[in-house]
């Protein structure tokens, strides 16, 4: 029994799970000055401000490795479809794509434009993309990264080639600005067509002030289907002769044909971590979603519009029954439907599992916040890895669960203070029913919160409690310390 105390806010009769993979354990959590103040029997304390959590799990918030959300931090600054998952945490700026530096006036290639850069926030420089973050807070903290995608639109008069010299130059002293502004990284996407023809030379080159700060090099690969293994390497050299952190962004092995392959990617995974520090995330769904695309390869199965800007009233459609009614083939109906995004059904859900269940794999929701039919991910993410995936199948415990998408992230991502439940900690937390907690977003109805997070916590400060968004903006920018 702890001497009585006083906090601004005890959650108790809870039991928690500390984001370190440990056995779960009974104990009360007393939170002061947005911190976590004490843990144990604290019955004989006092606070302003008390959540009963008798029967529920206390866990550090959720951290999503993964996101597009560095214009719906401003738009969206409630961020529901986040809060009311428990997460707490965005990582930013991912698949090559960040929402600085731009130009006022530049046109946005696609998938550029997957976040939105409306007049007004079109930031020339890092820095004032954070400043801006740091001014007007939204009601989750974020870390944010550069995208090298978005460095190559803005510095490159021609993106169909490899870039020159002065080009990298110019990309490296925006990669520094970045850095010494407080982003914690560099992204690429190089299987998208503003940086397909990036060599690996260049995104060594481009990259080089990551070393001197540690800081971590994360990728939408090259390919993610036929040629994955080509592209596992290919990002395995780009970090060792980086010297950094890499980070494989929503690992996927892509059609029917490649089925069963993350037998193979995961064994290079596992042997390459032996050598160089590497890791991964992933999304508990068996589609994926991007750009409309309209090479073959990306039609090959059920494709669903999720947003189109020439037809709005295809969201949500399939796209056969479109091209049906059209009278073209899908290839065409997909070019008349760009620009936009689309969600296509090209996994197996084996691979999922496995790569899930693989003991290095975070959580990142991958989900786009854009238009009315965004692919269920954006919404569901983590309470379907509790709740479908881990108590309903068994793939983990819960234990695990909790770690995949708390501790293990804010250790790679370099987050210091989060992600563990212990004192001193940022008092980013989540009190959820493990009994209940599940998704409840869906192909068709895709905007649904998910069910059993009883309340969140974001530096202290309640934020989201029984299914309502409390209107608090306590988000911070964080940092990275490189261990
Ligand atoms: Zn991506
Ligand atoms: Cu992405």
Redesign the pocket.
Known sequence: MTQARHFDLLIRGGTVIDGTKAPRFDADVGVTAGRIAAIGDLSGCTAADTIDATGRIVAPGFIDAHTHDDQALFSDAGMDFKVSQGVTTVVVG??GISAAPLKPGMDLPMPLSLIEAPPERRYTRFRDYLDALKATPSALNVAAMVGHSTLRAVTMSDLNRPANEAEIAAMQAHVQEALDAGAIGMST?TFYPPAAKATTEEIIAVGQPLTAKGAVYVT?MRDEADKVMEALDETFRIGKALGIQVVV??HKVQHPRNFGNTRKTLAFIRETMQQQRVCLDCYPYTAGS?MIRSDQGMLDGKVLIASSTPHPECAGRDLADIAAEWGVDRHEAAKRLQPGSAIYFMMDEQDVRDILAFDQTMIGS?GIPLGDKPHPRLWGTFPRVLGHYSRELGLFPLETAVWKMTGLTAHNFGLQGRGTIAEGQAADLVVFDPERIIDRASYADPKQPAAGIDAVLVNGALTWQQGRHLGTRRGQVLSRTAP
């Open positions: 991912n698949c996407g939408h962004s929503h991007t991958d």
